[in-house]
């Protein structure tokens, strides 16, 4: 009989063991892992100009989303387009923008609910841009962020 309790008593030490190795493993594998943070003394890097998407319209694109700019782009809806905004407003060729001398030309090319920056219809000889304006394509609302 006490060999019997012996060996009861050691099943249940076994079984406790075994249950509190698998809980410092699984602990040990659910903590939360830390994402290596850059030091402050770190360089940022160069950033080149780009549109920000301030007011989204219909697009399914969050505030902040960023699109580099360089050279020649379209903007439209087109799955053909430089920068791709799917809104409904939006035509599907409806603006260029291209680096000229002194900053960026914004161009409508013909678009059904035209192109403003800074609330004004834009010309059909374009817009010039330094860097910081707001341009409107339909509903869909980007800001012209330099380097």
Do not use: C, Y
């Amino acid at each position: 009989m006490n060999e019997l309790l012996v060996l009861r008593l050691a099943l249940i030490v076994v079984i406790f063991a075994f249950v509190a190795a698998v809980a410092v493993a699984l602990r040990s594998g659910l903590a939360p892992v830390r994402a290596a943070v850059p030091s402050p003394a770190a360089p940022r890097p160069q950033r080149g100009w780009r549109l920000v998407v301030v007011g989204p319209g219909d697009t399914g694109l969050a505030p902040g989303v960023e699109f580099a700019v360089a050279g020649h782009m379209t903007i439209g809806r087109d799955m053909s387009a430089g920068i791709v905004l799917g809104d409904p407003s939006v035509s599907g060729h409806h603006a260029a923008i291209e680096r000229v001398q002194g900053g960026w030309r914004l161009t409508d090319l013909g678009s059904t609910n035209g192109t403003s920056v800074g609330g004004r219809p834009i010309g059909p000889g374009g817009a010039v841009l330094k860097g910081g304006e707001k341009i409107s394509l339909g509903a869909v609302v980007l800001r012209l962020a330099g380097p």
